[in-house]
């Protein structure tokens, strides 16, 4: 308090330096008067300053070169402090939509604040390559799988509800910029069946879609061809297409809020326990049991094992190799340990074009039975599409290229079929992405494995892994922490049809 | 001494740093109350206050939900008509039955006359929401209204885009639709009046969310031919349209 009295006079007593209001401004932090009114004193003495700090330089100087002599703990190698800790209760690899889905639920039903540790190790922080970020961001009800209706239906649910799950605390709101446009399915003579037990499968679990004679969709919209088209089904509500890096990054703000840490690295290996166990069928089988996961980091040798009781796999395209690090797959072919895990990066163009006379605010995603869809992008005219190339077509995954010779000869004349608007039509860019294509029967994979008791999949959802991860991330925080499922029973989409060689496939128009 | 220098200058900086952040504070279009900036600020350092501001939301959406409940004991005993009028005015809103001229309306204070009873099994034609809480839960109260030609919905705060697109269920009768002045309304909510193939009049002006409102407007016309489209508060000279249409 002393202090403070004496300062305006000294104030005064150096003129220009500072007047007396600007110092009530500073800090409120005790010391911080003393030393602004040390400075006011002695500020005259400049060439005294130089000689001190010299002798300051000098000291620190002399302090480091005393720590590199032999006998200290200094070295010259850079520490990295980015490493995760050595002990975790969980940790997710990938950091996907579908891998802080799960962070934000584990975190979310947790009991007690901090309760479980969860780590989320991502090797690419800028998602260059994952599918998340490039994927088309499109949420529909229209399958034909009551479990994927669910999905649909509880994630479309989460996101109208999006600020009170996702809001943070003097954050702005999330907004997903979701546009409510509806899906729209062309079906021909030969699958419109199909469409219609799917319409009416829909239905029943309570999703709003309407069912179109090829007349009520040319009143619909003009724009359409509807030559070829015996039936459409339309969807009402809950559908349409959202910015996917926002949702991305609501789940990742929420999560780190929540007290998730996320650490850049990648996973490389496994250190676990094996039981060996014997089948009713007398076959010999390991068990594993993940000890610590090896996190590699990146541009450097450096590594740290994360002991850990839980490991989560979501990395997506590539968890099929993943779960290959731990022998899955590699066993002998016709054992248990010689089912692999189906589950493989599938290249998948996305194209923009540019058409002045296309289609307007009304466009719905439009998918037509020849394979190929479109969708409005922003108001200017602009419009996003694509098809899945034939399974022998496949193109090669090691990169990602764009091939525009695939939209000159598939996608073009197809779309150009569909809306004749589009025979006009420039294509302004294009990207490509990876789909976490599941090879067994395209839908996703969640559960434990059987040979590995402490790794949960969340994957290969081939297509719809954006729109379904907020109920999926739930599903799997409630295998981890409750042990079964409690809202949405998904016990069908586990690893017993993959052992049982039962798939469990859409049945789709396209 | 030029420690104690650094320490000055640092202390400058870190004025400085608080001011520009004070500035960049006011400059943001809502700045939020005194109180609530005092308890954000306590959040940052106790969990209790994080706490009890966290149940204040809860209370808060909990409130609103309660607001906007089924009114399933209702229509139990009095049928569907009933119970979503009685909706309406316990919100503050105001209907009209279907071959009356005289509305309900419930006054100021929320008081209204229970007269509205007389009128079992008469479904509404005109319903007024104007300046209430109703959101998309509180819509389930009137989906039953297959006769609902006018909605009124102007400066409702808690309507949303997912509101309008559950709007399809007037698709088959729904004439007049009101929604300006809607904080919460964006383009990608618009798109989905798209259903609404019988609408002759909609209201849509000064929604603050909606950007390149004169690019909109001209899309709205597009895809409602027949509707006549309502937008005032907006700027929206053609130029300007047609600059958003090169923008985007
Ligand atoms: C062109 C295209 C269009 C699509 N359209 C839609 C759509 O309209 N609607 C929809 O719902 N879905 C769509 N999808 C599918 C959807 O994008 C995916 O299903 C979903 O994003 C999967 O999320 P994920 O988190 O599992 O995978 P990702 O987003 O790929 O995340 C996995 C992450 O794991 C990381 N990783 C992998 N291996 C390791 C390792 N060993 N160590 C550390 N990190 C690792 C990767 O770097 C990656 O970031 C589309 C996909 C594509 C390609």
Same mark, same amino acid.
């Given at each position: ?90 940790v997710i690899v990938g950091g996907g939509v579908v891998g802080w889905?799960i ?17 989320v190790v991502e090797r690419d922080?800028?998602y260059?390559q994952a599918s998340t ?38 954050? #702005? ?22 469409? #219609? ?68 690295g990648e996973v490389t290996g496994f ?22 996961v090896?996190v ?15 490991v989560v796999n979501a990395a997506g395209a590539f968890s099929g190799k993943l779960a290959e690090m731990l022998?899955i ?12 895990v189906?589950v493989e990066p ?88 990876f789909y976490d294509y599941n ?5 996703g994979i969640?559960?434990?494995h ?5 790794m949960y999949f969340a994957t290969g959802f081939?297509?719809?892994g ?10 799997v ?34 | ?48 206050? &994080? ?169 709205? &016309? ?9 937008? &005032? ?16």
């Amino acid at each position: 308090m002393a202090a403070w009295r004496q300062l305006p006079g000294r104030a005064r007593a150096a003129p220009g330096l500072l007047t007396s209001t600007r110092l009530t401004q500073l800090p409120r932090d005790r010391r911080a008067p003393l030393t602004c009114r040390r400075s006011l004193c002695t500020s005259g003495s400049s060439p005294n300053d130089y000689f001190k700090d010299l002798q300051a330089q000098l000291a620190g100087m002399k302090k480091k070169a005393a720590d590199v002599l032999p006998g200290s703990s200094w070295t010259s190698l850079e520490i990295n402090t980015d490493l995760p800790p050595k002990r975790a209760d969980i940790v997710i690899v990938g950091g996907g939509v579908v891998g802080w889905s799960i962070a934000y639920w584990l975190k979310q039903k947790e009991r007690v604040r901090g309760g479980v540790q969860v780590i989320v190790v991502e090797r690419d922080p800028t998602y260059t390559q994952a599918s998340t970020v490039l994927s088309v961001g499109g949420i529909r009800q229209q399958f034909s799988l009551l479990e994927n209706i669910h999905l649909s239906l509880a994630s479309a649910d989460f996101m109208r509800n999006i600020n009170d799950h996702l809001g943070v605390l003097n954050e #702005e709101p999330v907004d997903l910029q979701f546009n409510h446009s509806g899906y729209l399915f062309l079906a021909n003579e030969k699958v419109a069946h199909i469409m #219609e037990e799917n319409y009416n499968t829909q239905r029943l679990a309570g999703a709003k879609v309407s069912l179109l004679s090829p007349t009520q969709v040319k009143e619909k919209f003009p724009w359409i061809n509807t030559e070829g088209v015996a039936l459409a089904s339309y969807g009402l509500e809950n559908e349409g297409w959202f910015d996917p890096w926002t949702l991305l990054n609501a789940f990742k703000r929420k999560a780190i809020s929540m007290g998730v840490t996320q650490f850049c690295g990648e996973v490389t290996g496994f250190k676990t326990l094996t039981n060996i166990m014997t089948t009713i069928d007398d076959e010999k089988v390991g068990v594993q049991r993940i000890k610590s996961v090896k996190v590699q980091m990146p541009n450097s040798l450096q590594y740290q094992l994360v002991d850990c009781a839980v490991v989560v796999n979501a990395a997506g395209a590539f968890s099929g190799k993943l779960a290959e690090m731990l022998g899955i797959g590699l066993g002998p072919k016709d054992s248990f340990s010689g089912i692999p895990v189906p589950v493989e990066p599938r290249k998948r163009y996305v194209y923009v074009v540019h058409c002045p006379d296309g289609p307007g605010l009304d466009t719905p995603l439009l998918i037509d039975y020849s394979g190929v869809y479109f969708r409005r992008e922003g108001l200017g005219g602009n419009y996003i599409t694509g098809m899945s190339p034939e399974e022998v077509e496949e193109p090669d995954t090691n990169d990602l290229e764009v091939d525009h010779q695939f939209f000159q000869d598939k996608v073009w004349p197809k779309l150009a079929n569909r809306v004749p608007a589009f025979e006009k039509l420039k294509v302004s860019s294009a990207w490509a992405g990876f789909y976490d294509y599941n090879t067994f029967d395209q839908n996703g994979i969640i559960g434990m494995h059987p040979l590995i008791n402490n790794m949960y999949f969340a994957t290969g959802f081939s297509g719809h892994g954006l729109q379904h991860s907020p109920a999926v991330g739930r599903a799997v925080a409630e295998l981890i922490l409750d042990g079964n499922f409690k809202t949405l029973d998904l016990s069908n989409f586990g690893f017993k049809r993959i052992v049982e060689q039962e798939p469990m496939l859409e049945r789709n128009i396209v | 001494m030029s420690a104690s220098m650094v320490v000055l200058h640092r202390c400058c900086q870190r004025s400085a740093l608080l001011v520009a952040r004070r500035q960049w504070m006011s400059s943001s279009a809502s700045r939020p109350p005194l109180v609530s900036r005092l308890l954000l600020f306590l959040t940052q350092r106790f969990y209790d206050v &994080e706490m009890l501001v966290s149940w204040k939301h809860h209370f808060k959406r909990n409130q609103l939900q309660k607001t906007n409940a089924y009114y399933g004991y209702t229509e139990k005993f009095y049928g569907t008509d009933i119970a979503a009028a009685y909706y309406i005015l316990k919100l503050g809103g105001g209907v009209r039955f279907v071959g009356q001229s005289e509305w309900f309306h419930a006054d100021r204070r929320g008081k209204f006359s229970w007269d509205f009873l007389k009128f079992k099994n008469t479904p509404l034609e005109e319903v007024d929401m104007s300046q209430t809480l109703i959101n998309y839960t509180g819509l389930r109260n009137l989906e039953t209204q297959k006769q609902l030609r006018t909605l009124r919905l102007r400066g409702c705060p808690e309507i949303d885009d997912w509101f309008l697109a559950r709007l399809h269920v007037f698709q088959d009768s729904l004439e007049e639709l009101d929604i300006s002045d809607c904080p919460r309304i964006t383009t990608g909510g618009l798109a989905a009046l798209r259903n609404l193939k019988r609408l002759k009049l909609l209201y849509v002006s000064s929604l603050p969310r909606v950007s390149c409102p004169g690019l909109v407007i001209i899309l709205l &016309e597009e895809m409602l031919p027949q509707c006549q489209i309502i937008a &005032e508060g907006y700027d929206h000279s053609v130029r300007q349209a047609e600059g958003e249409r090169m923008e985007s």
